[in-house]
C-alpha cells in the first residue's frame, strides 16, 4: 500500500498521499468567502485527504476569474476567509490546508461557468485584464492591457502580500498557479507570450517573471512551510507550450525550492485540441516530470478508483493524487478508497458510526459506544 503512507514537505507532513484539489465554486462576494465556502471546505476537510487545497485565489480584484472568485488581497477578504477557514477547521480533525494562489490575465472578467462563461466588457459590468500582451483570449474579446514595469512589479508584490496573508490566517502550504491560461501561463506560452522584450521570446525570456514571482513568494513564505506549483504541461496548441518545457521550468524550479509540481495541462488558448479524455489523462505528464527531478510531484484529472490512484503512486509515477469532481460527488472518496486498500483516515467522533463492516478499521482502532 502507497497511497496511504505518509508525505514530509519540508516542515509539513500528509497523513496520505490524497490531495482535495483546488476547485473554484464561483461563490464570493466582493472576493469575499461566504458561507457557501465553510460548508465546502467543512465537507472537504472531513473528506480524510492528506491535504485540502482551497480554490484558486485571486492576488488582485481584477486578478479574478469572475466577479464570484475569492480573493485574498485587502483586509475584508483576508477576514473573510479566515473566519470561515477556522470556523470549518474546528469541527474538523487536522488537516493539512494549501491554498492557490492565483491571477486569472487575460481570461479575468468572465461570467461565471453556469452563466456561459463570456468575457464580461468593462461597459457591462467587467474590468480591464491584464496580461503579457495585448492579445485576446479568444477572437472577439476584449483585448488586455500590457503589463509594464511597474505593471509586472505590482503583480508580484501582489503575489507576495497574498502569501503574507495566508501565513497569518494560519495556511499550511501554497500552490502558485502556473497553468490552464491564467497569467503566469500566459508568459510561459508562446501562444499568449508576444513580447520582444527581456519577458517574451526564448525560453528563458518567457519563463523570467513566473521564476520572479516564485522566487520573491519563497523568500516571504516561512522556510518550514512547503510552496508547490502549478503547470501545465502543454497547451495542446501546434507551437505551444510543450512538455520538454514544462520539465525544463520543473527543473528551474526545483533550483529555487520548489517542493511540489502539480502537473495539468491546456488552458491557454480555445485552439486547443485534447485528446478524448481516459483516465488519468495527465499522469504520463507527471511520470515525465518526477523523473527528471528529485521533487514531489502531484497528477490531477480524471483519477475516480482507489486501485488506480494506489497505481499511480505505486508505480512511482506521482508522490501525490489530487481529486477535484470525484471528492464533489463524494466527498467520503478517502475512505471508501482506505476501505479498499487497508489504509487509514483521520475521522470526526459523530461520523463513527457510519463505518460498515466492510469498512471496519479505516479509522484505526477507534470505537463508539451504542445506546
Given amino acids: 500500500m502507497h497511497l496511504f503512507d505518509p508525505l514530509r514537505l519540508r516542515g509539513l507532513t500528509l497523513a496520505n498521499r490524497i490531495v482535495v484539489s483546488p476547485m473554484c465554486q464561483y461563490s464570493a462576494e466582493d472576493g469575499r468567502a461566504t458561507d457557501w465556502h465553510l460548508i465546502h471546505w467543512?465537507?472537504?476537510?472531513l473528506s480524510g485527504a492528506?491535504?485540502?487545497?482551497?480554490?484558486a485565489t485571486a492576488v488582485t480584484p481584477e486578478g479574478r476569474i469572475t466577479h464570484g472568485c475569492l480573493g485574498l488581497y485587502d483586509d475584508a477578504t483576508e477576514n473573510a476567509l479566515a473566519d470561515r477557514l477556522a470556523r470549518a477547521r474546528r469541527q474538523a480533525p487536522p488537516v493539512a490546508v494549501a491554498i492557490q494562489l492565483a491571477h486569472a490575465g487575460r481570461k479575468g472578467s468572465s461570467a461565471r461557468p453556469w452563466e456561459g462563461g463570456a468575457a464580461i466588457p468593462a461597459d457591462k459590468g467587467g474590468w480591464t485584464t491584464v496580461a503579457p500582451s495585448p492579445v485576446p483570449h479568444a477572437e472577439g474579446e476584449p483585448s488586455p492591457l500590457a503589463l509594464d514595469a511597474a505593471g509586472l512589479d505590482g503583480v508580484r508584490e501582489a503575489f507576495v502580500a497574498a502569501a503574507l496573508r495566508a501565513e497569518s490566517i494560519g495556511v499550511d502550504a501554497i500552490e502558485l498557479h502556473m497553468a490552464h491560461g491564467y497569467l503566469l501561463h500566459e508568459?510561459?506560452?508562446?501562444?499568449?507570450?508576444?513580447?520582444?522584450?527581456?519577458?517574451?521570446?526564448?525560453?528563458?525570456?518567457?519563463?523570467?517573471?513566473?521564476?520572479?514571482?516564485?522566487?520573491?513568494?519563497?523568500?516571504?513564505w516561512p522556510d518550514d512551510?512547503?510552496?508547490?506549483?502549478?503547470?501545465?504541461?502543454?497547451?495542446?496548441?501546434e507551437g505551444g507550450w510543450?512538455?520538454?518545457?514544462?520539465?525544463?521550468?520543473?527543473?528551474?524550479?526545483?533550483?529555487?525550492?520548489?517542493?511540489w509540481i502539480d502537473v495539468s495541462?491546456?488552458?491557454?488558448?480555445?485552439?486547443?485540441?485534447?485528446?478524448?479524455?481516459?483516465?488519468?489523462?495527465?499522469?504520463?505528464?507527471?511520470?515525465?516530470?518526477?523523473?527528471?527531478?528529485?521533487?514531489?510531484?502531484?497528477?490531477?484529472?480524471?483519477?475516480?478508483?482507489?486501485?488506480q490512484a494506489e497505481a499511480i503512486v505505486a508505480a512511482?509515477?506521482?508522490?501525490?493524487?489530487?481529486?477535484?469532481?470525484?471528492?464533489?460527488?463524494?466527498?467520503?472518496w478517502p475512505w471508501r478508497a482506505a476501505a479498499a486498500l487497508g489504509g487509514v483516515v483521520a475521522g470526526p467522533p459523530p461520523y463513527l458510526r457510519a463505518v460498515t463492516k466492510e469498512m471496519a478499521g479505516i479509522f484505526g482502532d477507534r470505537r463508539i459506544a451504542q445506546r
Fill in 187 to 220: 508568459f510561459l506560452s508562446p501562444i499568449a507570450n508576444r513580447r520582444a522584450d527581456a519577458y517574451g521570446g526564448a525560453f528563458a525570456n518567457r519563463v523570467r517573471f513566473p521564476l520572479q514571482v516564485f522566487d520573491a513568494v519563497r523568500a516571504a
Fill in 265 to 307: 495541462a491546456g488552458g491557454v488558448s480555445p485552439a486547443q485540441r485534447i485528446p478524448a479524455p481516459t483516465p488519468g489523462i495527465h499522469v504520463p505528464f507527471a511520470r515525465v516530470v518526477r523523473r527528471a527531478t528529485r521533487m514531489a510531484t502531484m497528477t490531477v484529472g480524471l483519477i475516480t478508483e482507489p486501485q
Fill in 50 to 55: 492528506g491535504m485540502f487545497t482551497i480554490e
Fill in 242 to 259: 510543450a512538455p520538454d518545457d514544462a520539465v525544463e521550468l520543473a527543473k528551474c524550479l526545483e533550483a529555487r525550492g520548489c517542493d
Fill in 225 to 237: 512551510r512547503p510552496l508547490g506549483v502549478r503547470v501545465s504541461a502543454t497547451d495542446w496548441v
Fill in 316 to 332: 512511482g509515477d506521482a508522490d501525490m493524487v489530487a481529486l477535484a469532481r470525484a471528492m464533489l460527488r463524494d466527498p467520503r
Fill in 42 to 45: 467543512g465537507q472537504m476537510l
